[in-house]
């Protein structure tokens, strides 16, 4: 059974940086598509940011573009985002997500950005 544990969230100013990491275990880590959502106090969950089994090909909602980074460490099974420039909308629940003939999600961590 694939699990995905995130960490790393938590408060942060407004303009400065945080990192999420998503730890996948329980199959082949190369079999899938690795992504991040996002869920906004009273809105609904969103797409963030997702890359190929690879690495090598990334994608990103326009409201994170040049902004947030994704990226994977195919030995550490481990998908990141690297989020630079935070604003206050920015604050929200992050799931990691792993999309494969079954997708699976992660529990979540909380991100606050105060203003």
């Known amino acids: 059974q694939v699990q995905l544990v995130e960490s790393g969230g938590g408060l942060v100013e407004a303009g400065g940086s945080l990192r999420l990491s998503c730890v996948f275990s329980g199959d082949t880590f190369t079999k899938y598509r690795m992504g991040w959502y996002r869920q906004p106090p009273e809105k609904g969950r969103e797409f963030v940011a997702g890359i190929w089994p690879s690495g090598g090909n990334t994608y990103y909602s326009d409201s994170v573009k040049g902004r947030f980074i994704i990226s994977r460490d195919n030995i550490k099974n481990t998908v990141y985002l690297q989020m630079d420039s935070v604003t206050p909308d920015d604050t929200a629940v992050y799931y990691c997500?792993?999309?494969?003939?079954?997708?699976?999600w992660g529990q979540g961590t909380q991100v606050t950005v105060s203003s």
């Open positions: 997500t792993a999309a494969g003939i079954t997708d699976y």
